[in-house]
């Protein structure tokens, strides 16, 4: 089973704002959390990890990593 995270869980992991959070969700470039009650939303631990491995990596103009 997943670990359900917190917004103050999934902002320090992501080094992202609440706003910037929200943001990219209304946008699409972010996964929606889920409805845990009625007044409480979370995102499962999975998701987060899957979004943070997708993002591009900057190089600054240095070679690319050779392939394994």
């Not at 995102?43 to 990596?57: D, G, K, L, V």
């Amino acid at each position: 089973m997943d670990n359900i995270l917190r917004i103050a869980d999934v902002t320090a992991r992501t080094g992202l704002s609440r706003v910037s959070i929200w943001r990219k969700i209304r946008a699409g470039q972010f996964p929606a959390p889920l409805e845990i009650s009625s007044n409480t939303i979370g995102w499962p631990e999975s998701e987060i990890a899957e979004w943070q491995s997708t993002r591009p990596r900057r190089t600054y103009g240095a070679p690319a990593p050779e392939a394994a």
